[in-house]
């Protein structure tokens, strides 16, 4: 006996075009904005104090929110 004769779902073509839920678009909507605040206050912050962290601490956290 085959694992497809057994289980046939899961050979079954996923449902591509599924939408998503209200509650899951809700989340997700508001998990973004989030995300771009504490983008947006890490680099207002990094701005305002780049004197007092060393170079390679800086540029470190630049390349990150670059996303490089």
Partial sequence: ???QAFS???F???REARE???WRR???AIMEGRQRKADEYLKHYLRRHRREHPDEFRSELERRLLGE
């Fill in 26 to 28: 809700l989340l997700g």
């Fill in 8 to 10: 046939p779902s899961l």
């Fill in 12 to 14: 079954a073509p996923a």
């Fill in 20 to 22: 998503r839920s209200f």
């Fill in 1 to 3: 006996m085959t694992l």
